[in-house]
C-alpha cells in the first residue's frame, strides 16, 4: 500500500514562500511519478508540478514555473515542492500523489494517479 503525508502548508503572504513536503512509503515500481495537485474551492483540481523517478525530469504547470520548484531527497523518501513568489491565485488544498511511469505526464490527468496525500491547505493572504 502506497501511502503519502504532506506537510508544510500553512499561511503566507504574497511574495512570500512556503515549502511543502511529501513523504512517501510503500512504492514498489522500479519508475513512478510523484506529483503536486492542488484544488481551490469550486474549482478541477489542477496539476501543478511532477517528477519522474525514471530520469528526474521535472514538469510545471504554466501557472506556477519559474516560481515553483520540485525536487527530492532519496535518503528521505520525501519529495518537496518549494513554492515561492505567492499570490493569493495559489491559495488551494494541495496534494501529493504517486502513479506509475506515465506516458502522458504533462496532461497532469488525476486518473493517472492511483495514491494520494490528505492534502495540505495553502493561503496566502494579506
Given at each position: 500500500?502506497?501511502?503519502?503525508?504532506e506537510?508544510?502548508?500553512?499561511?503566507?503572504?504574497?511574495?512570500?514562500s512556503?515549502?511543502?513536503?511529501?513523504?512517501?512509503s510503500g512504492?514498489?515500481?522500479d519508475?513512478?511519478?510523484?506529483?503536486?495537485?492542488?484544488?481551490?474551492?469550486?474549482?478541477?483540481?489542477e496539476?501543478?508540478?511532477?517528477?519522474?523517478?525514471?530520469d528526474?525530469?521535472?514538469?510545471?504547470?504554466a501557472?506556477?514555473?519559474?516560481?515553483?520548484?520540485i525536487?527530492?531527497?532519496?535518503?528521505?523518501?520525501?519529495?518537496?515542492?518549494q513554492?515561492?513568489?505567492?499570490?493569493?491565485?495559489d491559495t488551494?488544498?494541495?496534494?501529493?500523489?504517486?502513479?506509475?511511469?506515465?506516458?502522458?505526464?504533462?496532461?497532469?490527468?488525476?486518473?493517472?494517479?492511483?495514491?494520494?496525500?490528505q492534502g495540505?491547505q495553502?493561503?496566502?493572504?494579506?
Amino acid at each position: 500500500q502506497v501511502q503519502l503525508v504532506e506537510s508544510g502548508g500553512g499561511l503566507a503572504q504574497p511574495g512570500g514562500s512556503l515549502r511543502l513536503s511529501c513523504v512517501f512509503s510503500g512504492i514498489t515500481l522500479d519508475y513512478y511519478t510523484i506529483a503536486w495537485f492542488r484544488q481551490a474551492p469550486g474549482k478541477e483540481r489542477e496539476g501543478v508540478s511532477c517528477i519522474s523517478s525514471a530520469d528526474r525530469s521535472t514538469y510545471y504547470s504554466a501557472s506556477v514555473k519559474d516560481r515553483f520548484t520540485i525536487s527530492r531527497d532519496d535518503s528521505k523518501n520525501t519529495v518537496y515542492l518549494q513554492m515561492d513568489s505567492l499570490n493569493t491565485e495559489d491559495t488551494a488544498v494541495y496534494y501529493c500523489a504517486q502513479g506509475g511511469l506515465l506516458m502522458k505526464i504533462e496532461e497532469f490527468n488525476p486518473d493517472d494517479y492511483t495514491s494520494w496525500g490528505q492534502g495540505t491547505q495553502v493561503t496566502v493572504s494579506s
